[in-house]
């Protein structure tokens, strides 16, 4: 049965102020969860909205470069391709080029998906090193201060496409997901893992992304074709972040509420 949860979601009229609403949401958790305990543990996507972000975070003439406790953020990725970083579909690659190499963080604090190797080779040592970075024991899971999502125009989410295996996977933190209509595999945190963020935010952008995110969360629940449905944070609340165009088909195109029962 799904939770309950109520979804806020922000609207910006162009994509340069969603990435500008993305920056300041990442800045100001990495600010909270700092301050809280000491340390920000945040997971972030590939595409084109972060990488946008990504710049403006990097951009030392922008306040949140000067206000990022840099030295406090430990970054995590949602998912990964199966490619080498230095691949152009690398989502570490193409944050590590936007954000890493302009920024103070040592190698430690980066906690990269090895896409490069065997994909369930991948998986594991992914998980393991999140288990190392978390100090969890036994059946612990993680609670990240932040997840950053995307979602797809066939309703996937991080790489829990439609119909694939991964939707299936309850024990794990991090699992291998073959994914047929692309012929290739992906690396991916598990969707009970993802709801257990402490903040779990959809950016969205693109008349594109209009229909399915309608769908996904107005049309009926059938997260086997809508994976992004099985995103009901535990906390009881999720917030989207749109542009215009994604947001033109929602109930209030310029931002509001909805009640997920």
């Keep these: 049965m799904a939770r309950a949860v109520t979804v ?12 500008a609403a ?39 003439a922008q306040p949140y470069f000067e206000r990022m406790p840099w030295d406090k953020l430990q970054l995590f990725w949602v998912d990964e391709r199966s490619v080498p970083p230095d691949s152009k579909d690398s ?34 040592r992914y998980e393991a090193a999140i288990r190392s970075a978390f100090r969890l024991e036994g059946a612990e899971t993680p609670v990240f201060d932040l997840v950053l999502l995307g979602m797809g125009d066939d309703g996937h989410t991080a790489s829990l496409f439609p119909n694939t295996e991964a939707i299936h996977e309850l024990g794990r933190i991090v ?29 969205i952008e693109s008349s594109q992304k209009a229909k399915i995110l309608r769908e996904v969360f107005l049309g ?6 809508k994976p992004s449905q099985l995103i ?30």
């Design 175 to 203: 699992t291998a997901n073959f994914v047929p209509k692309l012929n290739t595999w992906r690396i991916t945190l598990t969707w009970p893992v993802i709801n257990q963020g402490r903040e779990v935010v959809f950016l």
């Design 91 to 124: 989502n570490y690659g193409n944050t590590r080029a936007a954000l890493l190499e302009q920024v103070p963080l040592r190698p430690e604090q980066i906690h990269r998906i090895e896409g490069e190797l065997e994909p369930e080779v991948a998986a594991s």
């Design 22 to 60: 993305a920056a300041q949401v990442l800045t100001t958790h990495v600010l909270e969860a700092a301050h809280a305990r000491g340390i920000a543990r945040i997971a972030i996507s590939g595409g084109t909205t972060p990488k946008a972000m990504f710049a403006l975070l990097a951009d030392r």
């Design 220 to 225: 009926t629940y059938d997260p086997e074709a």
């Design 232 to 261: 009901r944070p535990s906390t009881g609340h999720l917030t989207l972040l749109l542009d215009a165009a994604a947001a033109a088909l929602m109930p209030n195109p310029s931002g509001g509420f909805l009640e997920l029962a």
């Design 8 to 19: 806020t979601y922000k609207v910006s009229p162009t994509p340069a102020e969603l990435a």
